[in-house]
C-alpha cells in the first residue's frame, strides 16, 4: 500500500483539541484506553524490586502517580515511567503528557517537523528525539510482519520484483575530494509480489568498499543474493523479475529469472507516438 493511500485511510480516535485540553487524571485514562500507556498496578517496583505499585491516586504534583509499598522505598512513579516513546521528566524544563501525545499524534500523521514547531511551540529537539524513538517500534513492527510475508504456495506460478538500491555513502579520507578514496556504501535488496506492495521485503546488503570516484557500489553480489533467494523464493513456483546483473542468474529451485529492461518505450496509442512506462519495476 502506497504511504498516500495508506494515510487517507487512516481513522483516528483523537483529537488534537482532545488531548491539549485534557486534565491530568483524564490524559493518563485516555491513553490507558488506547494501549499507549502501561497499567503499573500490583505490578513490581522497578526502582528496589521488592514492592508492588498500588492504584494511580493524587499526589503532590499534577499527575497522579503509582506508589510503591515497600518500607524501604515508598517512591512515586509516573504512568509513563519507562516509557519507550513519552519522556518521564521533572522541572520547568520537562513537557507535559498532555503536549507529547499531542506531538505523537501529528507524528503519526505525517505532519512535517517545521508544522509542529509552529502548532505547538516544541523545541525541535524534542520533536527530533521523539521522532527517533519511533522508529524502533516500527522497525520491531516490520520485521515481525515480513516473518509472514509470502510469495509463493508451490502450486502457481506467480511473478515476483526483485532490485537493489543505494541510499548512503561514506568516505574514509581525510578529504572527499583525494583521488582513491575508500568509500562505504548503504545498499538494500527488495523484493516485492507483483500487485502486493504490503509483501516488500527489504535486506541490507553489504557491498564492497569501492574508491571515490566510483558512481556507486555496484550490482547485488552473488554471494548475498542466493542465501536471500533460497530463504525467501525457493520452492515457491515464482517467475523472478529483475534487471540484467548476472547475480539474479542463479539456479534457484522453483524461480525462473526473466530479465527487465527499465527503460521507456515509445509506442504508438490512438495514431500518437507516447512513451510507455516499464512494465515490470520494484515500486
Avoid at 12 to 31: F, P, Q, S
Avoid at 155 to 177: I, M, P, R, Y
Avoid at 202 to 217: C, E, T, V
Wanted: aromatic share 6%.
Amino acid at each position: 500500500m502506497s504511504g498516500q493511500l495508506a494515510y487517507d485511510r487512516i481513522k483516528w480516535k483523537r483529537t488534537i483539541h482532545e488531548l491539549l485540553g485534557a486534565l491530568d487524571h483524564k490524559i493518563v485514562n485516555l491513553l490507558l484506553q488506547d494501549n499507549l500507556l502501561c497499567a503499573w498496578e500490583g505490578k513490581v517496583c522497578p526502582r528496589c524490586g521488592k514492592g508492588s505499585l498500588s492504584k494511580l491516586q493524587k499526589s503532590s504534583g499534577h499527575l497522579p502517580k503509582y506508589r510503591c509499598n515497600a518500607k524501604a522505598c515508598h517512591v512515586y512513579l509516573n504512568p509513563h515511567h519507562l516509557h519507550p516513546l513519552f519522556v518521564d521528566g521533572r522541572g520547568s524544563g520537562s513537557t507535559s503528557l498532555q503536549l507529547q501525545a499531542a506531538l505523537l499524534l501529528l507524528l503519526l500523521n505525517r505532519v512535517p517537523h517545521p508544522v509542529i514547531h509552529g502548532l505547538l511551540g516544541v523545541n525541535h529537539k524534542a520533536i527530533e528525539d521523539m521522532d527517533k524513538r519511533l522508529r524502533d517500534p516500527r522497525m520491531k513492527w516490520v520485521q515481525e510482519q515480513e516473518k509472514h510475508v509470502n510469495f509463493g504456495n508451490g502450486k502457481k506460478w506467480c511473478d515476483v520484483e526483485a532490485d537493489e538500491t543505494t541510499f548512503h555513502k561514506q568516505n574514509l579520507g581525510n578529504h572527499a575530494s583525494e583521488p582513491e578514496t575508500p568509500v562505504i556504501w548503504e545498499q538494500w535488496c527488495g523484493i516485492v509480489k507483483r500487485g502486493c506492495r504490503q509483501s516488500l521485503v527489504l535486506h541490507r546488503l553489504n557491498p564492497k568498499m569501492s574508491q571515490a570516484p566510483a558512481l556507486g557500489p555496484g550490482a547485488i553480489r552473488k554471494v548475498e543474493w542466493v542465501p536471500l533467494a533460497k530463504t525467501s523464493l525457493q520452492d515457491k513456483q515464482v517467475i523472478l523479475h529483475t534487471d540484467a546483473a548476472k547475480s539474479y542468474k542463479c539456479k534457484v529451485p522453483g524461480v525462473i529469472d526473466d530479465n527487465v529492461i527499465h527503460a521507456k518505450k515509445r509506442g504508438k496509442k490512438n495514431g500518437k507516438w507516447q512513451w510507455r512506462a516499464p512494465n515490470y519495476v520494484l515500486a
